[in-house]
């Protein structure tokens, strides 16, 4: 399966464009960047050049393979963090049906390595899937503190997105509370850079983008050897069960997933019985729609956790309800809420005792047939993207000796 390397030009704009859209990809939760750079036909190069260099086998090619990918995807990344969190918010169940589509283009690509099917790949296959299903339904969201062995552990975790096909380190992230805190660090990251606040950038970026970058090497490292070890000796079964993974990721992108508050911060005010009172201000919900919501956000209380409803509007936060829920110790929860960059940032700044506003954003993602169409025409949309991009230009053709031999 893994060519010679040396005899092969450098498919430079086939990395560019998987570079792009593996940034993409792990950006959104429950989609692997893994997935695009499978589709994309350089799945063989990529974990041959991550094996080579983490082994310190520094020659030329794995070098101009992974800077392409990981700089391209870097700067995907920097440049569509804002856009990719709008529209997660504002029209979650397209975006999730795209990458439905996305994610499953690459199955073909996968299931013609398994053939033959022997049982044992099969078996391997349906094994990934179990595993992947396990993930989607059976594991409840929960809340970690944003601390520095936390964030390198996502980073290791987030990781495998890069890795492998199917598994998405976004959506376990967000399985453990994390991913909004990572992604809101990035835009933030990003906006402090534009407005040149270098002391906000410096916060940002040694309190979370250091600890995950760290962990992000240190995961690539490991999976990288480990995935080459199993697709080198024993490639059926590593293949078949990459194809379990792949199709089972889709389950836990259903995109009319119903509101839920599960991942709501636990970290309210303590009362002085020991117990957690949850403080929440609503905002973007009708009065219509104000007591069922108001019921979901009770459901989540616990033994020692009591949710308290300290007020609802429909409009957008503002700048002084961002004032208020400080003064409070309260969650803001906005429903299918474009709330503006400067009312986010002044949530995400710390107060004197270190605390931040916690400023939860729940996207519409309810069914109505419209957005059943839509939705479908989406993941057809999606499938096609990745089948066509896995197709294009096949292997770039070396260059003629006059413009000089091709990189080994």
Known sequence: MFFDL???????????????????????????????????????EFIEAMSSISRFRLTLRPLVVLALLFGVSAVSVLVFASAIQFTMEMFRPGMLALFIGMTLGGAPTLWKEMRPHAGSTVGAAVAGFIVMAAVALLLKPGTLPITWPILFIAGIIGSSAMILPGISGSYLLLIMGLYLPIIGGV?????????????????????????????????????????????????????????????????????????????????????????????????????TEGDAILAKLKAVETA?????????????PAAANIEAARAAEAVIIAFDQNVPRDVRRMADTKDANGKRVELVIVPDARFSPGRAGLVVLLVLVGFACTILLGRFGGEEKPKKAAMGAPIS
Request: charged share 15%; aromatic share 8%; hydrophobic share 45%.
């Open 6 to 44: 040396a005899r092969k030009p450098v498919p430079y704009i086939r990395l560019s464009i998987t570079g792009v859209f593996m940034g993409l990809a792990n950006l959104v939760p429950g989609v692997s960047g893994g997935t695009m750079v499978l589709a994309l036909g350089l799945y063989d």
């Open 187 to 287: 835009s933030n990251f990003k906006d402090a850079l534009s407005a040149r606040d270098i002391s906000l950038a410096i916060s940002v970026g040694m309190g979370i983008i250091l600890p995950v970058g760290l962990g992000v090497v240190t995961g690539i490292v490991a999976f990288s050897n480990l995935l080459n070890f199993l697709l080198t000796r024993h490639h059926k079964l590593t293949v078949g069960f990459l194809f379990g993974l792949l199709v089972g990721s889709v389950l836990g992108l259903y995109p009319f997933q119903t509101q839920s508050f599960d991942k709501l911060p636990r970290r309210g005010v303590t009362m002085p019985d020991g117990s957690t009172e949850l403080r929440v201000m609503a905002h973007g919900w009708t009065a």
């Open 304 to 316: 020692k956790v009591s949710v308290k409803i300290l007020g609802s509007s429909d409009q957008i």
